[in-house]
């Protein structure tokens, strides 16, 4: 069954070029690929357009008003064709196996959760100027990137498919029908940080969904940049979260049904 990847995207058209490379050398080109654009800057098309004679590009953005990253991730899964969707961030780069990994997983009541590599800030740079051909393990083990062994890839079926995993938003694999029975994620998430994934994964416990762990499978090396501090964001998101969990519901309240509304921040 075909895929549709989304790609989340703000502004790193150089991150997003590699990224695109990386899906043209998988070995299975997702049949769709959205890319969803937390922003409006024609600037992207430049790099977009070296890639729509090897992919069949969806693109949609919306008005920079904040972090409204719910809020496109809900219009890709309307736009989407395929029923297997698979959610990436613009700067992390693809294993050649990644979304083969991903297709073999999702079906109706599990979704798909990978790791990624987290890059060192001189690997990335290598990256971003010489291309992905230069990601070697090695090489990553002597420029010292942190857990270099989420890199490894195992052939056959995943080493820890059954054990719980931390859902990561940015290497993720839904279907389609589970993700509108959840009414999609949770749009009054608005800061970065904390609710794009803990909160889905929440509500689709309750519904009973389960994960299908793809460590060493779903392999990602997400490239180096600077973090500012997130920690009185992600409180107060966390504290919504708990909130949240206390009234119960799987089908949030402000989501796929929700889009023609305008919030506060808007």
């Known amino acids: 069954m075909p895929v549709t990847l989304i790609i ?6 150089n991150a997003l070029e590699r990224v695109l490379d990386s899906v043209c050398k998988q070995t299975q080109i997702p049949k ?62 693809l294993h050649p196996a990644f979304i083969a990994a991903h297709q073999a997983y999702i079906k109706t009541g599990t979704y798909t959760a990978g790791r990624r590599l987290d890059l060192d800030a ?20 002597a420029n010292k990137t942190k ?5 490894i890839y195992f052939h056959g079926t995943p080493l820890q ?7 990561l938003g940015c290497n993720m694999g839904w279907h389609k029908q589970d993700l509108i029975a959840l009414n999609g994620f949770d749009m009054d998430y608005i800061l970065p940080g904390y609710g794009e994934d803990t909160d889905i994964e929440h509500r689709a416990a309750l519904m ?7 460590r060493w499978k779903a392999i990602q090396y ?28 799987y089908f949030c309240e402000h989501g796929l049904t929700n889009l023609d509304l305008k919030f506060p921040h808007e």
């Open 8 to 13: 989340t995207v703000y502004k790193d058209y």
């Open 32 to 93: 769709q690929l959205i890319i969803a654009h937390d922003a409006i800057d024609d600037l992207i098309h430049n790099t977009m357009d070296r890639f729509k004679s090897k992919l069949n590009i969806t693109y949609i953005n919306q008005e920079d008003t904040g972090f409204n990253k719910n809020r496109i991730l809900n219009k890709a899964i309307l736009l989407a064709t395929c029923d297997k969707l698979v959610f990436i961030d613009g700067d992390c780069i």
């Open 122 to 141: 001189v690997s990335s740079d290598r990256i971003r100027n010489e291309g992905i051909n230069s990601i070697n393990l090695l090489r990553l083990l």
């Open 147 to 151: 857990r270099v062994e989420e890199g």
């Open 161 to 167: 498919i059954n054990k719980p995993a931390r859902l």
């Open 208 to 214: 009973g969904m389960r994960s299908a762990n793809l």
């Open 222 to 249: 997400h490239l180096f940049h600077e973090r500012p501090e997130r920690e009185e964001d992600i409180t107060q998101s966390r504290n919504m979260f708990e909130k949240k969990k206390e009234i119960g519901y």
